[in-house]
Nanobody
Framework: QVQVVESGGGLVQAGGSLKLSCSVS????????VGWHRQAPGKDSELVAS???????GYPDSVKGRFTISSDTAKNMVYLQMNSLKPEDTAVYYC????????????WGLGTQVTVSS
């Protein structure tokens, strides 16, 4: 079973930065899809950053140019660097991965709260 654990959330002022970390229990190189999602109260879940095993990276317009997803295969870690944060970025952020081990469905972490004050 693939386990995912997020960390690094917190309270930050608008315009500030925060880096989220995601520990994955399997080799990052075995993953076919890695994503950071967020869920704000009363809003639909949003995929804010992702990368595939083929190297494709994607961001929605809402975070493009401000968020960067990266990984450290030696440590089996995935990161989300968030810059120029806005109050509307406030949400619970979830790391999720897909692989053969998850039967190509998302394996989710429990999430980490990010709150951006104005």
């Amino acid at each position: 079973q693939v386990q995912v654990v997020e960390s690094g959330g917190g309270l930050v002022q608008a315009g500030g930065s925060l880096k989220l970390s995601c520990s994955v229990s399997v080799n990052i190189a075995s993953l076919t899809l890695v994503g950071w999602h967020r869920q704000a109260p009363g809003k639909d879940s949003e995929l804010v950053a992702s990368f595939t095993s083929s190297g494709s990276v994607g961001y929605p317009d809402s975070v493009k140019g401000r968020f960067t997803i990266s990984s450290d295969t030696a440590k089996n870690m995935v990161y989300l660097q968030m810059n120029s944060l806005k109050p509307e970025d406030t949400a619970v952020y979830y790391c999720a991965v897909q692989s053969a081990a998850t039967r190509w469905t998302w394996a989710w972490g429990l999430g980490t709260q990010v709150t951006v004050s104005s």
